[in-house]
């Protein structure tokens, strides 16, 4: 089962990693997303470029999300943090 589907057209994480990411420029979190053979998902800032074409998906099981919140011993924590 499908949780979540993330494309971001730009990179969130600049400057110190205590800092976390920039606040959201557009709609990340999708219901559906196009997948382009070569290009990639469109919308993601990777997409169509040249550099990234051998570049993955990332892809999480939400056991380990909710393993890791277990193991941390808070409470439900947002896929989309990850």
Do not use: C, K, N, W
């Not at 976390?20 to 919308?43: K, N």
């Amino acid at each position: 089962m499908i949780v979540m589907l993330t494309a971001s057209p730009v990179q969130r994480y600049e400057g110190r990693p205590a800092d976390g990411p920039s606040d959201p420029i557009g709609r990340e979190q999708h219901g559906s997303v196009e997948v382009r053979a070569g290009l990639g998902i469109v919308g993601d800032r990777y997409f169509g470029h040249r550099a990234h074409i051998t570049s993955s998906v990332t892809v999480r099981a939400a056991e380990s999300v909710e393993h890791v919140a277990s193991a941390l011993g808070v409470g439900p924590l947002d896929p989309a943090l990850f």
